[in-house]
């Protein structure tokens, strides 16, 4: 699984949730920080969360859960990269 497969899969996820209350994240940039779009209330970020856990087999530590390692797709994504020791 490459880096752009990674994007893809979390971008789809948020715009899941995010139709689940009724709103639209499909032209979500994948730099853009998801807490202050409102796409996702705080029930919808944590699901997001539990989802990205189990989809890529991790169990983030409390201390990694920053707006530096989970705000973006892309921040997601070179997180997975780091906990996996090499690049996705």
């Known amino acids: 699984m ?3 497969e990674v ?3 979390i971008h789809a996820k948020v715009v ?3 139709k689940s209350i009724g709103k639209d994240a499909r032209k ?3 730099d853009e920080v998801i807490p202050s779009t ?3 209330d705080s029930a919808g970020l944590m699901e997001l969360m539990m989802w990205f856990e189990g989809a890529y087999g991790l169990n983030i ?3 990694d859960m920053t707006i530096a ?3 973006t797709i892309d921040s ?3 997180y997975l990269s780091r906990q996996r020791g090499a690049d996705i």
């Open 76 to 78: 997601m994504a070179a």
């Open 69 to 71: 390692n989970f705000g």
């Open 61 to 63: 530590d409390q201390d």
């Open 7 to 9: 994007k893809t899969g």
């Open 28 to 30: 979500l940039r994948n």
């Open 16 to 18: 899941e949730i995010a």
């Open 38 to 40: 409102g796409l996702l």
């Open 2 to 4: 490459n880096a752009s």
